[in-house]
C-alpha cells in the first residue's frame, strides 16, 4: 500500500515551541525521509471555526502565519502539499455522508471532546460543529487516503474515531476508504510540552507560549522567567526536576553535543539533573543553558521567515497551489465514495441504460 501521511494545524495563532517538538519537527523529518508518497499539510481554519465562529477575522488573519511557520521551519512545498481546509469543498460533503454513520451518543463519547467541551465551557450550549468535528476530522484524513497521521497522544480518540468510521462505511458499502495509523512522537517530552509557567499546555490566551517567530530577546525573557521548582529557594537547595519545566523542555531538546558547546563541565543531561537534585546548582545557570540551546534552535527558522516575509503573494501562490493539488485527490476518492454508496446518477451508464430498456419495452 503506498504509503500517504495527512496532518496540520488549526490557525488561531502563531505556532509555538509545543507546536514545533510535538509535530512540525518530525513533520520535517518525515518529509525528508523518502519514505512516504505524499505529505499533505493542512491550515485547518474549517474546524477553527468550530469554535471561533463569532470571531472570524482571527481565522483568516493566522492563515498566513501558520503557512510562513511551515515554509520556516522547512516544510517544502515542492515535496509537502500545503492546502487550506475550507478550500476543498469535497471535505465537506464526505462530513455530510459520514454524519449518517455516527450517533450522537458516540461523539458524546470520545474522550478529547469532552475534555475540549469543558475547556470551552461549551456544556450549556455546545455548537454542532463544534461536536462534529471528529466526523470531519474522519474525512479530511479519509479524503487523501492517509495511511498514517502523527499525532499527540491527546488525539488517539479522535483516530479511533475515524478509523470507526472507515470500518463501518467499508462493511455497509464496499471496500473503499483506508484505515490509518498513528504515528505518536518518539521522545515522551514531546508528548505535550508545557508552557513556560508550568501550566499542562501552551496557550496564547495564557501567555506562556514561546513561539517560532519570537526574537531572541523575547525567547530569553521567557526561558529566564519559566517556572522551575518551588522549593529551590537557595543554589544549595536540592530541586526537583520532575515537573520541573526547565528540564521538561532540556528533556525535549537537548543533545548530548550541547554540553561540549554550552556547558562544557557537564557530561550529559543525567549528570546535570543529578547535581541540581543533590543542590549546589541554581536555576539561572540552567536556564541560560536552555537559552542557549533554544537560541541555537530558532536561528534558521527566523531566518527563513524573513526571507518568505519578503514576499507574502509567493506564499499564497505556494497555499493556492497546494489546494489545487489537494482537491484534485479529495475529488477522485468523493468519486468513490459516491460510487460505492450508488449515488453516483449520472456517472453510473449501467443504471441509466436499464431505465431505458424498462421504460423503452413498457416494463414499468
Known amino acids: 500500500m503506498r504509503k500517504i501521511i495527512l496532518t496540520g494545524d488549526r490557525p488561531t495563532g502563531r505556532l509555538h515551541l509545543g507546536h514545533y517538538v510535538g509535530s512540525l519537527r518530525r513533520r520535517v523529518a518525515l518529509q525528508n525521509s523518502g519514505e512516504y508518497e505524499k505529505i499533505l499539510i493542512m491550515i485547518a481554519d474549517a474546524q477553527a471555526l468550530t469554535d471561533n465562529f463569532d470571531n472570524p477575522e482571527k481565522v483568516r488573519q493566522n492563515i498566513i502565519e501558520v503557512a510562513l511557520d511551515y515554509l520556516s521551519v522547512g516544510l517544502d512545498p515542492s515535496i509537502s502539499i500545503l492546502f487550506v481546509q475550507s478550500q476543498i469543498s469535497e471535505l465537506t460533503e464526505l462530513t455530510y ?175 546535570l539533573k543529578e547535581h541540581y537534585q543533590r543542590g549546589g546548582l541554581g536555576d539561572v545557570k540552567i536556564k541560560k543553558f536552555l537559552n542557549s540551546i533554544i537560541q541555537e534552535e530558532l536561528a534558521p527558522i527566523r531566518e527563513r521567515r524573513k526571507e518568505y516575509e519578503k514576499d507574502i503573494g509567493a506564499v499564497y501562490d505556494i497555499l493556492k497551489a497546494g489546494c489545487n493539488a489537494a482537491r484534485a485527490i479529495a475529488q477522485q476518492t468523493l468519486n468513490e465514495v459516491k460510487a460505492a454508496m450508488k449515488i453516483n446518477y449520472f456517472d453510473d451508464e449501467a443504471l441509466i441504460q436499464t431505465h431505458k430498456e424498462k421504460y423503452a419495452n413498457g416494463t414499468i
Do not use: W
Open 97 to 271: 455522508y459520514y454524519l449518517n454513520l455516527v450517533s450522537v451518543a458516540r461523539l458524546y463519547r470520545n474522550p478529547t471532546v469532552k475534555a475540549e467541551i469543558q475547556m470551552r465551557n461549551f456544556e450549556a450550549s455546545i455548537p454542532t460543529g463544534f461536536l462534529c468535528y471528529p466526523v470531519s476530522q474522519a474525512a479530511d484524513i479519509t479524503a487523501f487516503k492517509a495511511t498514517t497521521v502523527p499525532v499527540g497522544e491527546d488525539q488517539l480518540p479522535m483516530l479511533e474515531q475515524t478509523r470507526e468510521i472507515v470500518r463501518k462505511f467499508n462493511s455497509i458499502y464496499q471496500e473503499t476508504l483506508v484505515e490509518p495509523d498513528v504515528l505518536l512522537p518518539e521522545n515522551s517530552a514531546c508528548m505535550r510540552l508545557p508552557g513556560t509557567d508550568g501550566k499542562a499546555k501552551m496557550s496564547k490566551s495564557l501567555g506562556n507560549c514561546i513561539f517560532l517567530a519570537d526574537d531572541p530577546e523575547e525567547v530569553r525573557q521567557k526561558i529566564m522567567n519559566m517556572y522551575t521548582d518551588p522549593l529551590h529557594l537557595k543554589v544549595s537547595d536540592p530541586g526537583h526536576v520532575e515537573g520541573n519545566t526547565v528540564f521538561t523542555y532540556l528533556d525535549a531538546f537537548c543533545q548530548p553535543r550541547h554540553f561540549g558547546e554550552y556547558l562544557p563541565e557537564y557530561a550529559s543531561l543525567d549528570e
